[in-house]
T-cell receptor, first 112, second 116 residues
């Protein structure tokens, strides 16, 4: 199982770019990297997913180096509503335990 | 994206009673669903994997006789907390595995259980 390590918490001001890095040293060949956002008393919400290099969607970018042992979620110009816990998960359908790897997550606090 | 719905979103019950939580995949068929429990300010903890048409697989330390899981159809999995006690009070979340091979999970809104 690919264990993930993230910073416990991060603080940012509104309008700044926030980068959250996740370490997953023993990621398997078939594993994808997926990031989720969770607000209090809500289920996690999918943000972005990638396998290698860079992926961008309307809310975030995901940077994955060639060795895939880490990944960085980039949130451009955060707002107060981006205050949430962000989880990095590593796994793949058909692989063992791909739903297990919820680490402690990163609690992001955005202030004015 | 795919939609997973949980019901009820919150429930309060007396100690000793049983509570059923439903998890439905609204626009896709989910052969595999997962049930999590989350205590305040903690991460999600996987309780069990629910496979359609077969017995659920429980994680170590989770009592299968207390947390009954049924996945009788491709769109519905249920979690029944039997003889609930105050220590079972928690936020229960289900997720369904996407049909692609990338491991994406679709989560329900969560169900807040309070046992008095």
């Amino acid at each position: 199982l690919a264990k993930t390590t993230q910073p416990i918490s991060m603080d940012s001001y509104e309008g700044q770019e926030v980068n959250i890095t996740c370490s997953h040293n023993n990621i398997a060949t078939n594993d994808y990297i997926t990031w989720y956002q969770q607000f209090p008393s809500q289920g996690p919400r999918f943000i972005i997913q990638g396998y290698k290099t860079k992926v961008t969607n309307e809310v975030a970018s995901l940077f994955i180096p060639a060795d895939r042992k880490s990944s960085t979620l980039s949130l451009p110009r955060v707002s107060l509503s981006d205050t949430a816990v962000y989880y990095c998960l590593v796994g793949s359908r058909g692989g063992s335990g791909y739903a297990l790897n919820f680490g402690k997550g990163t609690s992001l606090l955005v202030t004015p | 994206g795919a939609v997973v719905s949980q019901h009820p979103s919150w429930v309060i019950c007396k100690s000793g009673t049983s509570v059923k939580i439903e998890c439905r995949s609204l626009d896709f068929q989910a052969t595999t669903m997962f049930w999590y429990r989350q205590f305040p300010k903690q991460s999600l903890m996987l309780m069990a994997t629910s496979n359609e048409g077969s017995k659920a697989t429980y994680e170590q330390g989770v009592e299968k006789d207390k947390f009954l899981i049924n996945h009788a159809s491709l769109t519905l999995s249920t979690l029944t907390v039997t003889s609930a006690h105050p220590e079972d009070s928690s936020f229960y979340i289900c997720s369904a595995a996407g049909t692609g091979g990338t491991g994406e999970l679709f989560f329900g809104e969560g169900s807040r259980l309070t046992v008095l």
